[in-house]
């Protein structure tokens, strides 16, 4: 599966934006999603996912009640709404699909096919 992450900007504290993730070339609703984030200097880190179905949903405790992720298995695409930004959200932004694993999905080793980033820039 291939996928496109698209949405990022600069935006002030307090923004929101809403993040794409367009996948093509296999069955959408076959691959469980996330969304990672590395800022300059650090590692990648979980941000959200959601299974294939909808049904379940995770996030890191620092985007929890800020950030919603969501997925649309007809357009074949995942989003993540993000609200009331602050500058440590300021990081390049990937999408992530699994297929079925034992592997957690809130790591990236749970994850086998990923999006090239967007750039979301927070400033205060």
């Known amino acids: 599966v291939q996928l496109q992450a698209s949405g990022g900007g600069l935006v002030q504290a307090g923004d929101s934006l809403r993040l794409s993730c367009a996948a093509s070339?296999?069955?959408?609703?076959?691959?469980?999603m996330g969304w990672f984030r590395q800022a300059p200097g650090k590692e990648r880190e979980f941000v959200a996912a959601?299974?294939?179905?909808?049904?379940?949903?995770g996030y890191a405790d620092s985007v929890k009640g800020r950030f919603t992720i969501s997925r649309d298995n007809v357009k074949n695409t995942a989003y993540l709404q993000m609200n009331s930004l602050k500058p440590e959200d300021t990081a390049v932004y990937y999408c992530?699909?699994?297929?079925?694993?034992?592997?957690?999905?809130?790591?990236?080793?749970?994850?086998?096919?990923w999006g090239q980033g967007t750039l979301v820039t927070v400033s205060s």
């Open positions: 992530a699909a699994r297929e079925r694993s034992i592997l957690s999905a809130y790591y990236t080793s749970g994850y086998g096919y």
């Open positions: 070339g296999r069955t959408f609703s076959n691959y469980g």
């Open positions: 959601i299974s294939r179905g909808s049904r379940n949903t």
